[in-house]
């Protein structure tokens, strides 16, 4: 069992650029989550998917986010375009109904 | 409104000290999780426990659902130990509720 995987690790890209980071959740579990950890607000939940279907994107802060599950092994979070303070860790984990949530390594976001 | 708070804040402690890290929360769950974060590093899932005690090596996590209170233990603490803990609580669906983490420095 590989974990969840994220890329990329760290991204460093100027305010206006568009930024798209990758999940692939561990196999067979059914539910993916993207937060952003950030110093001042912790963990915040942004949008999470059950079987490929988007739930509840309330915490998608603006339209400049967006997030899809094309299938059950691959998701993209996108911002467009992006600002300085969207520079946070942004992390993808996944579960099944009766597990833990099982994170990703995240990945460093910072936009100049 | 944090749904989920943790203390302490911040706990120094020197190596072989017993650890205690508490959380309360305030919303009906489903299980409660303890996390650790280590600097720079991704985020383990601990335990997962709805009821009792779990323990595993030297970590206790223990959960009284009456009043809402979760406590997680380090018995003869270890430099290693040194990390960000977070308490999470999970509704009855997918909806989770993070603290703000306890950050745990073991000095050797």
């Known amino acids: 069992d590989a974990g969840v995987i994220q890329s990329p690790r760290h991204e460093v890209t100027e305010m206006g650029q568009e930024v798209t980071l990758r999940c692939k959740p561990i196999?067979?579990?059914?539910?993916l989550f993207w937060y952003r950890q950030t110093m001042m607000r912790g963990l915040e939940l942004l949008i999470y998917?059950?079987?490929?279907?988007?739930?509840?994107d309330s915490g998608m802060p603006e339209d400049r986010f967006s997030a899809k599950m094309p299938n059950a092994s691959f998701s993209t979070l996108k911002i467009q375009p992006s600002e300085p303070r969207d520079s946070a860790v942004y992390f993808c984990?996944?579960?099944?109904?009766?597990?833990?949530?099982?994170f990703g390594n995240g990945t460093r976001l910072t936009v100049t | 409104k944090n749904e989920v708070e943790q203390s302490p804040q911040n706990l120094t402690a020197q190596e072989g000290e017993f650890i205690t890290i508490n959380c309360s929360y305030s919303?009906?769950?489903?299980?409660l999780h303890w996390l650790q974060q280590h600097p720079g590093g991704g985020i383990v899932s601990l335990f997962m426990?709805?009821?009792g005690k779990k323990k595993h090596g030297r970590l206790i996590a223990t959960i009284n659902i009456q009043e809402k209170h979760s406590s997680l233990h380090i018995t003869a603490s270890h430099p290693r130990d040194s990390a960000v803990y977070i308490c999470?609580?999970?509704?009855?669906?997918?909806?989770?509720?993070f603290g703000t983490g306890t950050s745990l420095t073991v000095i050797p």
């Open positions: 919303v009906g769950i489903s299980a």
């Open positions: 426990l709805s009821s």
């Open positions: 984990a996944s579960r099944i109904k009766g597990s833990p949530l099982h």
């Open positions: 998917f059950n079987n490929n279907v988007p739930i509840d």
């Open positions: 196999s067979g579990h059914n539910s």
């Open positions: 999470a609580v999970q509704n009855t669906g997918n909806q989770f509720y």
